[in-house]
C-alpha cells in the first residue's frame, strides 16, 4: 500500500474535502482519503490498480489540483 499527502491550494472547506474524498473513492485501488481544509492537505493511501499518477489526474479533473 502507497501513502502520500498531498497540498491542494483550492481547498476552502470541508465540502472540498467531502468532494474530494467522493471522486478519489470512485477511484479503483484508492484506500482511504482524509483531508483537513485548515493545512489544505490531504493524505491518500491506495493500491494498484490506482496510480499517483490516475489520483492527480483526477484532482485536476475537478479542480482541485495539487501544488507541485
Known amino acids: 500500500m502507497e501513502k502520500i499527502t498531498l497540498l491542494i491550494p483550492n481547498i476552502s472547506c470541508g465540502h472540498c474535502i467531502m468532494t474530494i474524498q467522493r ?27 490506482a496510480t499517483l499518477e490516475k489520483i492527480k489526474s483526477t484532482l485536476r479533473e475537478i479542480n482541485y489540483p495539487t501544488a507541485d
Open 23 to 49: 471522486e478519489l473513492g470512485e477511484t479503483e485501488g484508492v484506500y482511504k482519503v482524509e483531508g483537513d481544509p485548515k493545512t489544505r492537505e490531504i493524505t491518500v493511501q491506495w493500491d494498484a490498480p
